[in-house]
């Protein structure tokens, strides 16, 4: 019922309080050590049955805290700060829970205000079969942005006279504007051009006149956001009318002629649920198949928890193309003007399109072996 009734994950939070007021009905041990004799008489307060078997409580937590913020230093997430708050505020509930009912009261009113209060307030919250969809406007940040799960999938500038800007992976100034710089140096005339994963639709604003763009988009919420001009434009201001896919992108390309696209973007991968089934070498065939002669497949494949450049370039190189691997870092200025760091995968025969692209892009590297149909085995390819 949880999809059907509730806009948000609120399934979790629910159970987890409802699992301890069922233990405090009960009576079941929360704590390890025994009541003090004379506790349940006082007359005044006295703090220590909640303090009682607080070790026990909070020993065992500390452990698995600080596995969790060495993770989160090393890897210098942008979660951390949040992060260590909520681990602080969650020792301080288990430190006084040595009463069943107040353990419960204080988590449901942690939970309530995490899940309620402290989140900037969202635009549209939706559920899907593929999650939740928010779309809010951070305060201080001037920008419009969608969330899928704890993933930005895309964002928008709200002055009118920067919201065609590009922003997030999509910045001009990075490896998706080189790419099209490359494109047009290459064949300036117009040009077919394909996307997997639509989010807000930031790829729009790279159509030209008489350019052709086709979005192949899985999630209908994804697809109403990014078209609902109250929250994103980018579809409405394209210089070519995007059309639009809805279906998983692997099979809805099966049905794309071959040599249709002169450029052909997966981008549905930085999310920490990757869908391995569009990067085996069965699904790259295919794509490949999509495309004209020397034309160009991207691959948009940053990932916090994957490192999917061996995995592309595998099922690449045996077909001929040549994989070319962007690991771009930002400036603090192109930072402070939208840019995010982000890895791309580029693969074409077009020796002179290669060529094109660049000094920042330098040869891939290629797995031993690349994902397959029958073995997708995606592990393999797990950051440290």
Not at 38 to 58: H, I, K, N, T, Y
Not at 370 to 375: A, G, K, S, V
């Amino acid at each position: 019922l949880a999809p059907s009734v509730f806009p948000g994950i609120w399934e979790l939070p629910i159970l987890l309080v409802l699992g301890l007021v069922a233990l405090a009905w009960s009576g079941g041990p929360l704590v390890l050590a025994p009541p003090e004799p004379g506790d349940a008489s006082a007359v005044s307060f006295d703090p220590r049955p909640f303090l009682r078997g607080a070790p026990g409580r909070v020993g065992p937590y500390l452990v698995v805290t600080a596995v969790l913020a060495l993770s989160l230093l090393a890897e210098r997430s942008l979660a951390t700060v949040a992060a260590f708050r909520s681990l602080l505020v969650g020792a301080l509930v288990l430190v006084a829970g040595g009463e069943a009912w107040f353990l419960a009261l204080a988590t449901a009113i942690v939970l309530v205000l995490a899940t309620f209060v402290l989140p900037d307030p969202a635009l549209l919250r939706e559920r899907s079969y593929f999650g939740v969809t928010e779309v809010v406007q951070p305060a201080g940040e001037g920008r419009t942005v969608l969330y899928n799960g704890t993933t930005v999938h895309g964002s928008q500038w709200i002055d009118p006279a920067r919201r065609d800007q590009p922003v997030g992976y999509y910045v001009r100034n990075g490896p998706l504007g080189e790419v099209f710089g490359a494109l047009d140096a290459a064949e300036p005339g117009p040009r077919t051009i394909g996307v997997v994963g639509l989010g807000a639709g930031g790829i729009a604003p790279y159509a030209r006149p008489g350019d052709s763009l086709t979005f192949f988009e899985i999630d209908p919420v994804v697809v109403d956001v990014a078209a609902d001009t109250r929250y994103f434009t980018y579809l409405a201001d394209a210089a070519t009318r995007p059309s639009i896919v809805l279906g998983d992108g692997r099979r809805s390309l099966e049905h794309v002629p071959d040599g249709t696209f002169d450029l052909l973007i997966l981008d549905a991968f930085s999310s920490d649920s990757v869908p391995a089934h569009l990067l085996t070498a069965e699904a790259i065939a295919d794509d490949v198949r999509t495309l004209r002669p020397g034309g160009l497949l991207l691959a948009q494949i940053s990932s916090r928890s994957y490192a999917l450049e061996p995995a592309v370039a595998a099922a690449e190189a045996p077909l001929g193309l040549i994989p070319l691997h962007r690991d771009f870092s930002p400036s603090q200025e192109a930072a402070a003007d939208g840019a995010i760091p982000s890895e791309w995968v580029a693969a074409t025969t077009n020796a002179n399109l290669a060529a094109a692209l660049g000094a920042g892009w330098t040869p891939a590297q290629v797995a031993a072996r690349p994902l397959t149909d029958d073995h997708p085995d995606l592990l393999r390819f797990l950051r440290p």
